[in-house]
């Protein structure tokens, strides 16, 4: 089981700022072992934040995006309470969810 | 539930591995219902093809799509910090495209309606590179470029 993400979702003005960590080795497939073999790509290539069951962010990612992804984004709205669920899926059919609550 | 998604995983990939888990109610329905990873867009190596597998648009050059927190110089190719915002009414999407890495697409963030058009992350560059901003607006394609030089390259091997 991959390790949860972290996930900080806090209103700012009238938006809710949502900034969040996730744990991923996001392997290109084009670098080497020490032993000189290629290590597979593994990478997140889709993730989805719901602000409780509505949808406010959809993204897909390739193997550039940096080990351990950090992301941030604001969206309209929210209230302190309320619910952030964060989903990812690689390339291997993994998959986590987490969330946070606003505050 | 392991022995379950291993026969999940045997009878289809991806998306119907979501869809198989979402009907058997362990992960929600809504962020189950996610459109395919547009494996075409993510496979190319320069501006025409990339924006062909992004829907054919043509991008205008534009000063409303902006970086910020973004290094001119970045040490460390591994981790290089983007940040895009967009000035363009009725922003759709946000997409990175680093000019010179093995694959020029890094990132596409698709943000409905009540999502703010502004997008912070980090990106591998291989080396010192053009970096573009590509938003789509009201079916229509604008773009912001920006040069970012790499000490030390983020392909690691």
């Known amino acids: 089981m991959p390790d949860p993400m972290k996930i900080r979702a806090n209103l700012v003005g009238d938006s809710t700022e949502v900034k969040v960590l996730m744990s991923h080795e996001m392997d ?3 670098a080497k072992d020490s032993s000189g073999k290629i290590i597979p790509a593994w ?3 889709t993730v989805t934040v719901l602000h409780n069951d509505k949808r406010v962010l959809y993204a897909q990612w390739g193997t550039a995006v940096s080990k351990n992804p950090f992301m941030s984004f604001r969206f309209k709205g929210g209230a302190k309470g309320d619910k952030v669920t964060i989903t990812w899926v690689d390339n291997h059919n993994e998959t986590r969810t987490d969330s946070a609550i606003v505050g | 539930m392991d022995r379950h998604r291993r026969q999940a995983l045997k009878s289809g ?3 119907s591995l979501v869809a198989l888990l979402a009907a058997a109610g362990w992960i929600d329905p809504a962020a189950a219902a996610t459109e395919a990873w547009n494996s075409a867009a993510f496979q190319t190596h320069d501006m025409d093809t990339t924006l062909k597998a992004l829907g054919d648009g043509k991008p205008v050059p534009s000063t409303n799509v ?3 927190s973004t290094p001119d110089i ?4 591994a981790v290089v910090p983007i940040g895009i915002t967009s000035k363009v009414p009725g922003t759709e ?5 680093v000019a010179k890495n093995p694959n020029m697409l890094a990132a596409l963030f698709e943000l409905p309606p009540g999502t703010e058009p502004s997008i912070t992350t980090r990106v591998k560059m291989r080396e010192t590179s053009d970096v573009y901003a590509l938003v789509k607006a009201g ?5 912001t470029s920006k040069e970012i030089k790499v000490t030390l390259g983020g392909c690691g091997g």
């Open chain 1, 43 to 45: 990478f997140i290539q």
């Open chain 2, 139 to 143: 079916g229509n394609y604008y773009m």
């Open chain 2, 74 to 77: 970045a040490e460390n190719g």
């Open chain 2, 13 to 15: 990939g991806g998306l």
């Open chain 2, 66 to 68: 902006v970086f910020f």
């Open chain 1, 28 to 30: 290109t497939g084009l």
């Open chain 2, 93 to 97: 999407s946000i997409a990175i495209l």
